[in-house]
């Protein structure tokens, strides 16, 4: 049977990779038991997107930042910008911001000054952060204590002891396709043991499909193979409760209904 009250809390269906089939592809979604989808920006333009898009369709909802990889390139006035579009109508969270330390030319500083001014206009708003977080979980873990604001480190792969210090200051870990492929043993290991409160679904759509999908871009419905994965490591929840929890924390997490 199908599961239905799926929720992808993070999205980038703005791609160009979903071209003209964009339309069709939200609707079967939503006809697949997808209930709510955030689409998130990671620059001005994509941002303003998101917004977009959220705009037309009542099960999607925006996320609005800049992230790392696009701090060396912000114009002038992007913080302005993004608080501008943060008040736009359904903007549930401030995202995606974050640290990411996988290039050999990375300069943290430069994304700090980026990442922490976000913080502090989430906390300045009242809003959630949607948190990417490659190869950075010290410099992650020490902004978020800095400045606290209800956050979601999303597309979680920093093992087991960067998991359990998340959920211990109740940052909630965005669990996807990733946990689906034969290397997610440390990831399978803390969605066994961590508090299911903390749990959000999401895709990072287009990137990375469940395994069973392999080279085909994501869609937000692959997120049936992520609760089957999800129910069979924890033993104690079907896949749909699975679904179920997780769309009530991404409620509470977010401040809205799906
Ligand atoms: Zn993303």
């Known amino acids: 049977m199908a599961i239905t009250h799926l929720t992808d809390l ?33 620059d001005i333009p994509s ?46 969270a401030i995202g995606e911001i974050g640290l990411d330390y996988r290039l050999p030319e990375t300069d943290a500083e ?3 000054a980026v990442f922490h001014p976000q913080l502090e206009l989430a906390r ?22 800095n400045c606290p604001v209800p956050a979601m480190i999303h597309r979680f792969f920093s093992g087991l002891a960067y998991g359990r210090k998340f959920v211990e200051m109740g940052v909630h870990l965005g669990i996807g396709p990733a946990i689906t492929y034969p290397d997610a043993g440390e990831l399978i290991a803390l969605v066994k043991e961590m508090p299911i409160e903390l ?10 499909p469940t395994l069973r999908f392999e080279g085909k871009p994501a869609t937000s419905d692959m997120l049936e193979d992520v609760v089957r994965t999800i129910a069979l490591a924890r033993g104690d929840i079907t896949p749909q409760e699975v679904a179920e929890v997780a769309k009530q924390n991404a409620e509470r997490f977010l401040s809205i209904q799906f």
Not at 18 to 24: A, L, W
Not at 59 to 69: M, N
Not at 199 to 208: I, Q, V
Request: with cysteine; glycine share 8%; hydrophobic share 40%.
């Open 10 to 42: 993070h999205t980038h269906y703005d791609e160009s990779v979903y071209g003209s089939r964009r339309k069709q592809i939200l609707l079967e979604q939503h006809a697949a038991g997808v209930c709510g989808i955030v689409n998130s920006g990671s």
């Open 47 to 92: 941002s303003r997107r998101s917004v977009e898009l959220a705009s037309k369709y009542d099960f999607i909802w925006a996320s609005v930042g800049v992230f790392p990889l696009s701090a060396y390139t912000v114009p002038g006035g992007w913080l302005d910008a993004i608080r501008k579009l943060a008040q736009q109508p359904r903007v549930v």
């Open 124 to 145: 300045e708003l009242g809003l959630p952060v949607i948190i990417h977080d490659c190869l950075a979980d010290e410099d992650v873990l020490a902004a978020l204590q």
């Open 110 to 112: 430069k994304q700090k």
């Open 199 to 208: 749990l959000l679904l999401e895709t990072d759509c287009p990137f990375l």
